[in-house]
């Protein structure tokens, strides 16, 4: 009963500490090493590959499952502490909480499925259960950070929301590898929003320390030097195959050939969003704050590297004149891989479709979402970017 009358999040880190609490003989260990196979039920002589995928593909169930048996409790906690939560948490939103030059907080946003729920808060608790024995009557900034995530899990739940949202301070002791102790080391989805102050980038770096990252999105008013190397060094550190950037303005300083190219020798795949500049008409040939840059010879310096896959979007078409494009068109093709490019272009006034190379070339002047320019080999002409 008293276990009953705490909030939900403690039942369940109270369950946990006295799983841990009793002998090893009682924890399914002794079933585990010497099952009598007559004495178990169906479910208990499943292999245990076969109850991992009844976790992965009912998550919601987790719960449950742990209450059937010992030993499949056992079963579920040993995958349950392995699994990297990709399928689990669709993305991390990190934010500037604050609109200061100097930053103290930023928020967190998990996205979790609806049916993920369970398995999260499972997660969390089996990765910090053996930290939990050792200091849980001690004052621990890592732990109340993890009190906090249990409490806004349950309580969206609860709201049918699928995002959480929690605060950090810049300077807490917890913040170092946080994201990869708590959800795993494998990251989806990262959005960095308006993270542009030196302080933020270096607590995300913190944040993220140990985890690969599969999508890294940027939103940025002004992306500033500090801001681009921030971001090279996060795509070096952490693996990250997709970079998608929406910026404004550029600091004057930042020399984005060299830093497209070096992008461009690490990434698969790139989306570069180019949006309106007050003050800068959209006639103006305007592209990552140069109004005179020949982009299309950077284009083609960008697939001759890692990068097979690029799509640019912009609100100022100009960027991309028709010498451009013509260059692009007969260049690209040939240019010795299977590329998929596609770009904001209203250069072909009359539209355009042909195939060159084994490539197909369609200019459509007439698309309801803007005028593009796409070059994409046979075999990836109906792939999408995230794909």
Known sequence: LAMDNQPLSKRFKLSMEQDASQPMSKQGNDLETNPDLDSLSQLEQLPCELLWMIVDYTPESVFALRETSRQIKSHVDKHVKKFALNAIVNKVIIRNKESTKMPTMIELTISVPDQGTKLIILCVILRNTSEYQIVKHAKNAHHDKIDEI???????????????????????????????????????????????????????????????????????????????????????????????????????????????????????????????????????????????????????????????????????????????????????????????????????????????????????????????????????NQEKFDD
């Open 150 to 380: 249990f409490d806004a899990v349950i309580q969206k739940k609860w709201q049918g929301s699928r995002d959480i949202t929690f605060s950090i301070r810049l300077d807490d002791n917890c913040i170092g590898g946080f994201l990869g102790r708590t959800l795993g080391l494998n990251i989806t989805e990262l959005y960095l929003y308006e993270c542009n102050e030196k302080e933020t980038l270096d607590a995300v770096s913190k944040l993220a320390e140990g985890t690969e990252i599969r999508h890294l999105k940027i939103k940025s008013s002004t992306l500033t030097k500090d801001s681009v190397n921030h971001l090279v060094n996060i795509i070096k550190s952490h693996n990250v195959k997709l970079l998608s950037i929406s910026v404004e303005k550029c600091d004057a300083e930042i020399d984005f050939i060299s830093i497209l190219l070096d992008l461009a020798s690490m990434l698969h795949s790139m989306h570069i969003q180019q949006t309106y500049v007050k003050g800068i008409p959209k006639r103006i040939p305007y592209f990552l704050g140069d109004k005179t840059n020949d982009w299309s010879a950077t284009i083609i310096e960008m697939f001759k590297r890692k990068l097979d896959k690029l799509y640019i979007d912009s609100v100022y078409f100009n960027y991309l004149p028709f010498g451009g494009a013509t260059v692009l068109k007969e260049n690209l093709p040939k240019i010795g891989k299977k590329i998929w490019f596609a770009a904001s272009c209203n250069a072909f006034g009359n539209g355009l479709k042909c195939t060159v190379n084994e490539h197909k070339v369609i200019a459509d002047h007439l698309n309801i979402q803007g005028a593009k320019l796409a070059i994409r080999h046979l075999s990836r």
